[in-house]
């Protein structure tokens, strides 16, 4: 089995920071695109940041400037690095990663269950 544990949600204050991790564990031949997603209470899952394999980055407009994604692919690891954090940063954020199980497999989509990011006013 594939498995994705996110680790680093907690609650803090605006103007403050966070970093969030997601390992990736199981079987697993390659790694390609990994990113972070949120929900908040009421609203539609969005994209928050993505990573190709090769480095390349994107960022939703309302994150640009104040999260990095990066990762690591030797832990099959991917973070984002939250700076300057706001109220309505608050969600519940997921990790996904696009994995190739074996070498033979079509690559799919893979999702953590989420870690909760609370930011008070």
């Known amino acids: 089995q594939v498995q994705l544990v996110e680790s680093g949600g907690d609650l803090v204050q605006a103007g403050g920071s966070l970093r969030l991790s997601c390992t990736a564990s199981g079987t697993i031949w390659k790694i390609n695109d990994m990113g972070w997603y949120r929900q908040a209470p009421g609203k539609q899952r969005e994209l928050v940041a993505g990573?190709?394999?090769?480095?390349?980055?994107h960022y939703g407009d309302s994150v640009k400037g104040r999260f990095t994604i990066s990762r690591d692919n030797a832990r099959s690891m991917v973070y984002l690095q939250m700076n300057s954090l706001k109220p309505e940063d608050t969600a519940v954020y997921y990790c996904?990663?696009?994995?190739?199980?074996?070498?033979?497999?079509?690559?799919?989509?893979?999702w953590g269950k989420g870690t909760l990011v609370t930011v008070s006013s």
């Open positions: 990573i190709t394999s090769g480095g390349s980055t």
């Open positions: 996904t990663a696009n994995i190739e199980k074996y070498k033979v497999a079509a690559a799919r989509d893979y």
